[in-house]
């Protein structure tokens, strides 16, 4: 079974701050990929990043980074300077190898940008 | 614009009628899923098609629940006998072929269409 948690249900930071979303997750495959998507209110998921579990090399592009710890199954995700269009909903989900192409999504993280 | 196309965006329905979703996947896109959001949760997976193939169903689509992919394209998705537990958005997303363990995998999801069951 899969399984993704997003401890963090609500984030409220002063626009500029550095904010760090957390996913935490488990499964049995050994090979599998994750992803977060950002949920604006509009409704659409916004696809942000993938990473496969056999690249733990960890990713920045612009004001976001992500930093995979397969050691601790984790994959957090950190908004730096950030600015009111980040306010949104952040899912943290889980894919297993091919065969398995369900996304096993995290309740998701609410992230309001004070201005 | 060549995203994930939904219609209609908003439905309400009186509990016991029928409804139907369509999706227009992604062009060339040959997997297509549906997925399920409620208020306050991350979505849930439905069913998923490879090309008109139905290849995994959710236990969560109970027999009032069917989806189609006639022609490898666009998806409906049907609720017969809608109830109100079965309110929520109903999200389609499209990922283009798989190619090889370091392909693309990630699912490129549409606007969604509001279900509201009274």
């Known amino acids: 079974a899969q399984k993704v948690t997003q401890a963090q249900t609500e984030i409220s930071v002063v626009e500029k701050e550095d904010v760090t979303l957390d996913c935490v997750y488990e499964?049995?495959?050994?090979?599998?990929?994750l992803f977060w998507y950002k949920q604006p209110p509009s409704g659409e998921l916004v696809f942000l990043i993938r990473?496969?579990?056999?690249?733990?090399q960890n990713e920045i592009s612009g004001r976001y980074s992500w930093n995979f710890q397969k050691s601790t199954s984790s994959f957090n995700f950190t908004i730096t300077a950030s600015q009111v269009v980040d306010s949104a909903v952040y899912f943290c989900?889980?894919?297993?190898?091919?065969?398995?192409?369900?996304?096993?999504f995290g309740t998701g993280t609410r992230l309001t940008i004070i201005p | 614009d060549t995203g994930v196309s939904q219609d209609p965006r908003h439905k309400i329905t009186k509990r016991g009628q029928n409804v139907t979703f369509r999706c227009d996947p992604i062009?060339?896109?040959?997997?297509l899923y549906w997925y399920r959001q409620t208020l306050g949760q991350g979505p849930e997976f439905l069913t998923y098609?490879?090309?008109?193939?139905?290849?995994?169903k959710s236990r969560l689509l109970s027999d009032r629940f069917s989806a189609e992919r006639p022609k490898g394209s666009f998806s409906t998705l049907e609720i017969q006998r809608t109830e109100q537990g079965d309110s929520a958005m109903y999200l389609c997303?499209?990922?283009?072929?798989?190619?090889?363990?370091?392909?693309?995998?990630?699912?490129?999801f549409g606007q969604g269409t509001r279900l509201t069951v009274v």
């Open positions: 997303a499209s990922s283009p072929p798989r190619g090889g363990p370091r392909g693309n995998t990630e699912a490129f």
């Open positions: 499964t049995r495959d050994t090979t599998y990929y």
């Open positions: 990473r496969n579990s056999f690249d733990e």
């Open positions: 989900a889980l894919r297993g190898a091919f065969g398995n192409e369900k996304l096993t």
């Open positions: 062009s060339e896109h040959n997997r």
């Open positions: 098609f490879q090309n008109e193939a139905q290849l995994e």
